[in-house]
């Protein structure tokens, strides 16, 4: 399998980008302001990951979109202070862009705030394709966003890998049919990245290259 891999379709969060803290704080933020002193720290980690109309939504249907305004605008307001970069993120993407390999990010993120974390790691200029939640109608674990990039890209499944650090980029991948890894740096540990049984599991970004035989 590890022959053929021409291209490799990233998650943004918690994957490229270390936004869990700034994720984590912006909900806590929110939620304090619609349900005071109901949410601790623990309680928002099964947030990361899905959309912010489907956690918001799941809590008051008719206050979804007030409870997402005021999420992004805090988000955004402290975006540059609280995100952080990942160790050895930037030489693995650098060296997969320099070795020809076809480069995409797949997150359920709008466009806009993407391209802003992606900005400010200095990783923009590496990825040919962004498809983002404003850009389908199905998210991840659905394998629209994945089919999407690849169409973009002319690649095609089998000789793709999507890699990710929560259930929905594995699940997407398996569902679009291309390779999967999981990253165990997710918030969520490890082992519950596991549990979706990646075909393979990263313990740094680098070991991509080793799985891709570079």
Known sequence: MTNKITTVLFD????????????ITTYLHTLEKYYPSKYQREDVLPFLGPTLHDVFGNMDPDRVEEMVSE??????????????EFVGVKETVQTLKDRG????IVTTKRHDVTLKGLRLMELEAYF???????????VKPDPEPIFKALEQLGS????????????????????????TAGVAWSIKGREYVAKYEPDYMLENMKDLLTILGE
């Open 128 to 138: 040919e394709v962004i498809v983002a939640y404003d850009h389908v109608e199905k």
């Open 71 to 84: 999420y992004r605008a805090f988000n955004i307001a402290n975006h540059d202070e609280l995100v952080k």
């Open 156 to 179: 095609t499944p089998e000789e793709s890998i999507m890699v990710g650090d929560n259930f929905h980029d594995i699940l997407a991948g398996k569902n679009a049919g291309t390779a």
């Open 101 to 104: 390999y076809k480069l995409g």
């Open 12 to 23: 943004l969060d918690g994957t490229l980008i270390d936004t869990n803290e700034l994720i």
